[in-house]
C-alpha cells in the first residue's frame, strides 16, 4: 500500500500548474540536525534499563538548485554527519560520514506556493564507525527517487517536506578487524521516518536587462 502511495504522488506531476520558480532562479539551503541525550537511562524492558547514556549527533545537508527553466533544476548535494555514543562506563562508540550527489528536480504548484516535486539523482555516501575492539567502513551508491511537499511561502524563501524514497543501492560493508568485505545490492521504497524538513534561500542569478 505505501508503494502504490508513493508512485502515486509521482504521478500527480501530470497535472497541468502555474510555474513558481522561475528560469535562472538558485536555492540554496538544506537541512541540519542537532541532538545531544546526556544521563537519561535506556530502557529495554520493564526490569532491563541502561544508566549513564550519552548520545550526540550532528548532521549537515547542504543543497545548491539550479533553475534551467521554469519549475525545471539540477542540483548537486553535500553533507557530513558524526555521532558519538557512550553506554555505561566502557562502551563507547563513534562514527563519521559524508554524503555526495547530483539531481534533476521538477516542482508541480497547485495553490499559491504550494506544490509537490520529485527528484531523481545519483548519491553516494561513505561512514567510518568504531567502537569496542571493531572498526566498519560502509559506502552505499545509489540511484533514488524522492517526492517533497513544497511551500514557497516569499520571493526569498521555500520550503520542502520529505515523503518518502525509491531506487537502487548497492552497499559495501567492510570490517577493518576481521578482514571482512560484505556487498550487497537492494531495492528500497517506503515512507520516511519522522519528519525531514529542508530550508532554502531563493534568489536569481538572470541578469537584469
Known amino acids: 500500500m505505501k508503494r502504490f502511495l508513493l508512485f502515486a504522488l509521482i504521478a500527480l506531476f501530470v497535472i497541468h500548474s502555474k510555474a513558481q520558480f522561475a528560469k ?12 545531544n541525550n546526556s544521563g537519561s537511562p535506556i530502557i529495554y524492558g520493564p526490569l532491563v534499563f541502561v544508566a549513564n547514556s550519552k548520545y550526540f549527533e550532528i548532521t549537515a545537508k547542504p543543497q545548491l538548485i539550479y533553475f534551467f527553466g521554469n519549475n525545471k533544476a539540477v542540483g548537486l548535494l553535500g553533507g557530513f554527519h ?15 560520514g559524508f554524503d555526495l550527489g547530483a539531481f534533476f528536480k521538477h516542482y508541480s504548484f497547485f495553490y499559491k506556493g504550494l ?4 527528484q531523481a539523482g545519483v548519491n553516494y555516501a561513505q561512514s567510518k564507525e568504531g567502537g569496542q575492539g571493531a572498526k566498519y567502513k560502509t559506502s552505499l551508491s545509489s540511484i533514488q527517487i524522492s517526492p517533497t511537499i513544497v511551500y514557497r511561502f516569499t520571493k526569498h524563501f521555500s520550503m520542502e517536506f520529505l515523503l518518502g524514497k525509491a531506487g537502487v543501492g548497492r552497499s559495501v560493508l567492510r ?13 528500497f521504497v517506503g515512507f520516511v521516518d519522522g519528519v525531514n524538513i529542508s530550508a532554502y534561500y531563493v534568489f536569481s542569478t538572470k541578469s537584469k536587462e
Open 115 to 118: 506544490g509537490l516535486a520529485y
Open 24 to 35: 535562472g532562479e538558485t536555492l540554496l539551503g538544506g537541512n541540519f540536525y542537532l541532538t
Open 175 to 187: 570490517d577493518n578487524i576481521n578482514n571482512i568485505k560484505l556487498e550487497k545490492t537492494d531495492f
Open 82 to 96: 558524526h555521532y558519538d555514543y557512550q553506554q555505561g562506563v566502557n562502551q563507547n562508540y563513534a562514527g563519521n
